[in-house]
């Protein structure tokens, strides 16, 4: 094969990939391949004013796509800007191929300005780092690279391209990287064992994460609860693994205090884990939150989270759809006419609730604040036809009661415990999805973490839609340290100052306009019906700033 420079073929190799957009903020270190990325034919360089914005945008793609993502970082201080970021996509097992350049392999013995470890900096937040020495191995590194990305537990893998590395000349073949197939179903054995520690359940309950969105086990998901009479819980999830208005479908668990997850699951006597670990809490149950002689099945790709913290009675190394498509089968013949009758009493209580609530939200008028209107007026509007990025945190709550969480892909809720992912989540996800509207929603706080996501949406002519979630403060940090205080005996008294965002105020439509996307402020209900019209009709991304 005829040879050419190193940083043309390593575009071809990605081309191969399908990896035709490539996300980043440029850098001296990366000027000769970023040329070549100019002059590259049906290749894509999108644009972002910082590197934590630039990964916030491929990881809303990644995610809107369910493929990977590429990723151009710039050497030590790009990479470092995006770390925060990238922890996100760890957590959250989005496939990036992130690549980052430095000056050369033959200024190493320098020790100049500029220089660092870039593959002991990605280590820590992603599942494979490493730095390409040689001309001979770039394209090689690279398809590890991709495979190791998509391979579950998905996630964000780095390759360190030093500049004459890619000068060099290059011979490697261009061959799509390999995709491991991981549809693994469990043994007929082992899906009986299950079947026969869950059948017996007079409490179960199903904990699910993304693993089950991943494989596309939703609707074997819902059949398996359904068979045993089984609340769902999400754990650790943010994307659609059961429609929100299943009627088995309970919520979260929780978040930021193990206590309550140990109130949601104490009562089990059994229990099936499917795609996710348990549990996220960032202050967790050191002691198992499960009663004891509870039945505990665990299935995952991801053997590493199987009885990482807690045992279970039988671990299934499987992908979801596969396992629970056994599952099913097995239980539809071995569940006895007592049992099915105690499950299918089950599902008829929650699914009179589920009626009775959706009877009182249909009957009941919003509560009169701008948010409430302005998202009443949205989903009647559109339908519910629209993808939602949710970084709202503490609004939440209330952005998911008149835009639930139904199709899959058509919501993304933010994870990782990083502020920052909503704006650019919005952006790439449009990017992906031209065809729908996307309606990214933060927090006055975490906007402002990436806000310039902004910029790359009106430069790059992406029809994104934004909105701050306003209340002047950190409010989840309000609410997190109420807790500590309860759980110290701690008097109330006020909130720390450096929770306060009221002074100077932000001025979040001029700030929008000042990046090229048009803005407007909501104060009052009747502004929030005109703000739903006008950032429908405006060609081009649109900023609400909505006051709570």
Same mark, same amino acid.
């Given at each position: ?32 391949f ?12 999108v ?5 934590t ?13 369910g493929?990977?993502?590429l ?24 496939p ?26 990605a ?6 780092a ?8 770039v394209?090689?590194?690279v ?25 060099e ?11 491991v ?16 520690l ?30 045993l ?11 659609v ?28 006597d ?7 670990y348990v ?15 509870a ?6 790709l991801n ?26 089968g097995?239980l539809?013949r071995?569940?006895g006419p ?5 499950a ?14 959706t ?15 302005f ?6 509007r ?12 503490t ?5 998911t009661?008149?835009l ?5 892909g ?9 502020l920052?992912v909503?704006?650019p ?6 990017l ?14 975490g ?11 009106a ?9 701050v ?12 340290i /109420?807790?500590?205080? *309860?759980?110290r005996?701690?008097? @109330?008294?006020?909130?720390?100052? $450096?929770?306060? !965002? %009221?002074? &100077?105020?932000?001025d979040f ?7 090229? /996307?048009g803005?407007m *402020?909501?104060?009052?209900?009747? @502004?929030?019906v005109?703000?739903? $019209?006008?950032? !429908? %009709?405006h &060609?081009?991304p ?7």
């Open positions: 094969m005829e040879a050419t420079p190193g940083r043309e073929r390593l575009i071809e190799q990605f081309k191969a990939d399908g990896l035709t957009v490539m996300f980043g903020n440029p850098g001296t270190v990366e000027q000769g970023l040329d070549a990325v100019d002059a590259a034919e049906d290749f894509r360089y644009l972002a004013l910082q590197e914005v630039a990964a916030g945008i491929a990881d809303g793609y990644a995610r809107a796509t493929g990977a993502a990723l151009q970082l710039h050497s030590g201080v790009g990479l470092g800007n995006g770390i925060g970021m990238l922890y996100q996509s760890l957590r959250g097992h989005t990036l191929v992130v690549v980052a350049g430095d000056a050369g392999v033959r200024y190493d013995a320098m020790d100049a300005q500029m220089a660092c470890d870039l593959v002991a900096m280590k820590p937040v992603t599942k494979y490493t730095r390409v020495t040689d001309p001979r191995s394209l090689r590194t398809r590890r690279a991709v495979k190791i990305a998509l391979t579950p537990p998905r996630g964000p893998v780095f390759v360190a391209l030093p500049m004459d590395v890619l000068d000349l290059n011979s490697e073949p261009v061959l799509p990287s390999t995709q197939l991981t549809d693994v179903a469990p043994s007929p054995a082992s899906v009986g064992r299950a079947a026969e869950l059948a017996s359940a007079e409490r179960p309950i199903v904990l699910v994460g993304d693993g089950v969105a991943l494989s596309g086990a939703q609707k074997e998901l819902a059949a398996v609860a359904e068979l009479g089984a609340d769902v819980y999400e754990v650790d999830s943010s994307e693994n059961i429609a929100a208005s299943h009627p088995l479908r309970r919520g979260q668990t929780g978040h930021m205090f193990g206590p309550h997850s140990k109130e949601l699951v104490g009562d089990a059994g229990v099936l884990i499917v795609g996710t549990f996220p809490e960032v202050f967790p149950e050191l002691e198992s939150p499960f009663r004891a002689g039945k505990v099945v665990h299935i995952d053997a590493y989270e199987i009885a990482k913290n807690h045992p279970v009675d039988l671990g299934l190394a499987a992908d979801p759809k596969q396992a629970l498509r056994a599952l099913a097995v539809e071995c569940l007592r049992r099915r009758a105690a299918a009493a089950r599902l008829d209580v929650r699914t009179r609730e589920r009626i009775r609530e009877r009182s939200a249909g009957s009941a008028t919003d509560d009169g604040t701008p948010m409430a209107v998202l009443k007026t949205l989903a009647e559109t339908g519910g036809d629209l993808i939602v990025f949710d970084e709202a945190l609004t939440s709550p209330l952005v009661r008149y639930p969480a139904e199709r899959p058509d919501y993304h809720l933010t994870r990782g415990g990083s920052g909503g704006f989540g919005a952006v790439g996800a449009k992906a999805r031209p065809e729908r509207l996307v309606v990214g929603f933060a927090g006055d706080g906007s402002m973490y990436t806000y310039q996501a902004l910029w790359t949406a430069r790059h002519g992406i029809d994104a839609k934004f909105v979630c306003n209340n002047r403060k950190y409010r989840l940090l309000d609410d997190n /109420a807790q500590y205080w *309860r759980e005996d701690i008097p @109330e008294h006020g909130f720390p100052g $450096s929770f306060d !965002l %009221s002074h &100077p105020e932000i439509a001029g700030l929008a306009r000042s990046l090229g /996307a803005g *402020r909501v104060e009052k209900p009747d @502004e929030a005109a703000a739903v $019209s006008r950032m !429908l %009709s &060609p081009g649109f900023l609400v700033d909505i006051q709570i």
